[in-house]
């Protein structure tokens, strides 16, 4: 085996020049460079006595801090594979990935100790519990009692570290596995892609559970050895302070809350005279947002596009040069990128086709999916379900998605995976869910019913109270549109066209 330790020793490079620098913020803890790396040595050792070998799954369920960080960065040293789960999953969704993934240890938040118990008692798993009190099981605390680790797993660049969970177009999430290689490229991708330097303040609000927050803005930065400062999901107000307080000069957001930032300064007007750089990433920015960006603050706000299977962005405007509003922007580094038609050949220039990418750190395959695997590579290039075009200059232009996911405020939400269980309440005759744009949330789920004959008149409360207890909140529609038959097609498919067309109208989004 040839052996691979870039991610293992991605620290290595800050904690040797700047060791008694900042690292990480989050709450009202802060450590060094060197507290840090000592930190993620002690869990290390922790896992490997708690019996985490090379190769086992550690789930984490935690919010963005210090505990999601170390245990993430401890499952690398020991070539163990760690398994985020988003912090909005309910007991239904975490058994599903601790099952699937057959975790052998669940780390876990005593804020969500009543999502959790189930799950333990059902699948028997190993767990660890932050911030619980005595008694509630093995303490997060208990992992830092067994000394520092020794030295890191050998590991390969093929090997699996880490599996991230998105919603696919068949309604099942699919996990997405990265290599210890793949890890590092996206990480070293989005430093250059960034500029991130030593001196850099970053602002990550985006949930490090998932890559736009991991692997483009957090790890990338303490790649760089920039000081981070970790929230969860900060609101304007709150980001604004942190901005102002610790002399931030990047921060990237989702572009639902790029507008909830825009429309808080507009307000407020704030001087953020520290802030020089932001990215709206997740959906597509508006022109009128980069206007108002732009008169805000002076300068022009960055966007791209990324996806879970490649780890990072696939295009983004330049950090510095040219950026065309409303584009993608170009390739970014280490990216191939082609615009195909449906036969498999190159679009022209302004030709509409899908997006298909080679990457470095593209996926080495979805968890157990052989199938879904071979659709998502083919011809050596990876597909990523979007449609656009390229210009004369070479700048993506995104045009739609080949596929039906829903984006809401960045999280992919497959209306497959709602409409399944929508179809399991007894008033249920069938659904189809469908997004509707939405000025603050990209797209919101809407969920168009047809009841069964004898649905009593409360059936939409009894079938909101179902799904609230069956998914995770942003995957829950914000309305309901009842309907004594569902529309469909000279095929005999449900026509999801005109039933978009009839909630856009229900919600006046036309």
């Not at 309910?90 to 099952?99: G, K, R, S």
């Not at 990215?279 to 022109?287: E, K, L, M, Q, R």
Request: hydrophobic content about 40%.
């Amino acid at each position: 085996m040839s052996r691979y330790d870039a991610l293992q020793q991605l620290l290595l490079a800050p904690l040797k020049a700047t060791p008694e620098k900042v690292a990480l913020r989050a709450g009202m803890q802060a450590l060094s460079y060197a507290e840090l790396c000592d930190f993620i040595q002690k869990v290390a050792q922790g896992l490997c006595s708690t019996g985490i070998a090379k190769g086992d799954r550690v789930a984490w369920y935690l919010p963005n801090g210090i505990e999601a960080t170390c245990v993430t960065l401890a499952c690398y040293q020991i070539g163990a594979v760690a398994v985020p789960l988003n912090y909005r999953y309910v007991t239904e969704e975490v058994d599903d990935v601790v099952a699937r993934t057959e975790a052998s240890l669940l780390v876990y938040s005593a804020d969500r100790t009543d999502v959790v118990q189930p799950v333990l008692l059902a699948r028997g798993v190993s767990s660890v519990v932050v911030g619980g009190e005595p008694g509630q099981g093995r303490a997060f605390d208990a992992l830092l009692t067994d000394g520092m680790l020794g030295q890191c797993t050998p590991v390969s660049a093929d090997d699996p570290a880490l599996i991230l969970f998105t919603s696919g177009s068949t309604g099942h999430p699919k996990g997405v596995v990265h290599s210890q290689a793949g890890v590092f490229q996206a990480i070293d991708q989005s430093r250059r892609l960034f500029d991130f330097q030593a001196t850099d303040v970053v602002l990550v609000g985006k949930a490090i559970s998932h890559a736009g927050g991991l692997q483009t803005q957090m790890l990338p930065a303490l790649l760089a050895g920039s000081e981070v400062l970790l929230a969860a999901k900060p609101t304007p107000a709150q980001a604004v302070e942190m901005i102002a307080e610790y002399g931030v000069t990047e921060y990237g957001m989702l572009a639902s809350d790029l507008l909830d930032f825009i429309e808080y300064l507009e307000q407020s007007q704030h001087d953020l005279p520290s802030l020089t750089n932001a990215i709206g990433s997740g959906d597509s920015v508006p022109a009128d947002l980069h206007h108002r960006f732009r008169d805000l603050l002076g300068w022009e706000v960055m966007e791209g596009s990324g996806m879970t299977e490649v780890g990072c962005y696939y295009s983004a405007n330049p950090r510095y040069g040219k950026r065309k509003w409303g584009s993608l922007g170009v390739p970014t580094p280490g990216t191939k990128l082609r615009i195909i038609k449906d036969d498999g050949s190159d679009c022209e220039v302004d030709q509409h086709g899908e997006i298909v990418v080679q990457m470095p750190s593209a996926t080495i395959g979805y968890w157990h999916d052989p199938t879904a695997t071979q659709d998502l590579f083919r011809d050596g290039w990876l597909h990523t379900g979007d449609l656009g075009y390229q210009d004369a200059d070479g700048y993506v232009w995104f045009v739609g998605r080949k596929k039906l996911m829903i984006i809401r405020r960045g999280s992919n939400i497959a209306p497959a995976e709602v409409e399944n269980v929508l179809d399991e309440h007894p008033a249920v005759h069938a659904s189809i869910v469908v997004g509707v744009s939405d000025p603050h949330d990209g797209q919101v789920p809407v969920a168009c019913v047809a009841l069964v004959d004898e649905a009593a008149d409360d059936s939409e409360a009894a079938i909101r109270d179902f799904l609230q207890q069956h998914l995770a909140a942003y995957k829950n529609p914000v309305d309901y549109l009842f309907l004594a038959e569902l529309p469909r097609t000279g095929t005999g498919k449900f026509d999801r066209h005109k039933l978009q067309t009839m909630a856009q109208e229900r919600l006046g989004r036309v």
